[in-house]
């Protein structure tokens, strides 16, 4: 089901957002397209430079040469991840669209549990790492997962009752669902994936909560006392923008 599709168009894309990965995103775009290809995977692959300083944009154009499967969209100034994740999903031709974290926290290995969520009916397969099956290979420091579960909680409260982890970086689409959700979505920073699964419980889409394999990074770019605060203030911007209707004039 997963590995077949028209010639004009490839079943399954992967987006990966990346902002000065030049240490990095070669291992991972190496890592990743040898999985996908040496499992039969029928792909594209997109990374979106969001504004970089570095040279991550040299690094994925070196590769893109060899790679015809491998593509760059360049950003003219850095937006942020949000903002990256909706231009590459919107710009994808899958059947089957993939949001990766660049630093590969979550391994390609994770993908087929994931798929399998899809191919039971869902719209929506997330990986998760706050489910009782989940594997934290690597955890974070604990004030980063202290201030990980009070989000979580606060996501839970405000946002999307149910769902124990929204921030994985790990999230499979049915190629509808992505066009719809992400042409609605407006937040261009991390609190992103908390938007996307707002609305798709307000639009009916079904979403699974799958436990992944999870190693984290010790690169994470996220200011956790920082990022926190701003990640608060987008959840409340999600109910203020619901109920001023700005999603529905989209």
Request: glycine fraction near 8%; proline fraction near 5%; charged fraction near 25%.
């Amino acid at each position: 089901m997963y590995r077949h599709s028209p010639p004009d168009r490839p079943h399954l894309s992967v987006i990966i957002p990346a902002y000065n990965e030049e240490r990095r995103v070669g291992i991972t775009l190496d890592l990743f397209c040898a999985y996908l290809e040496d499992h039969g995977y029928d792909y594209e692959m997109l990374v979106v430079d969001d504004g970089s300083t570095d040279g991550t944009a040299e690094v994925v154009q070196a590769r893109a040469q060899h790679n015809s499967r491998l593509r760059m969209i360049a950003c003219a100034r850095n937006r942020g991840k949000g903002a990256a994740v909706r231009r590459g999903m919107l710009s994808a031709g899958g059947e089957l669209l993939l949001f990766s974290d660049a630093d590969l926290s979550t391994p390609p290995t994770e993908l087929p549990k994931l798929l399998e969520a899809i191919e039971q009916g869902y719209d929506l397969a997330i990986g998760s790492r706050g489910l009782p099956e989940s594997d934290l290979r690597l955890r974070q420091s604990w004030y980063r997962e202290y201030m990980g579960r009070t989000f979580n909680l606060l996501v839970r409260m405000i946002a999307v009752p149910g769902i124990h982890d929204t921030q994985c970086g790990f999230k499979v689409f049915r190629k509808g669902a992505a066009k719809e959700l992400f042409r609605h979505q407006l937040l261009p920073g991390f609190a992103f994936d908390v938007e996307v699964l707002f609305l798709a419980r307000r639009l009916g889409y079904r979403v699974k909560e799958v436990p992944v394999v999870w190693i984290n990074s010790p690169r994470s770019s996220v200011r956790p006392l920082v990022d926190s605060i701003r990640m608060l203030r987008d959840l409340l911007k999600i109910r203020l923008c619901a109920l001023a209707g700005r999603y529905r004039e989209r």
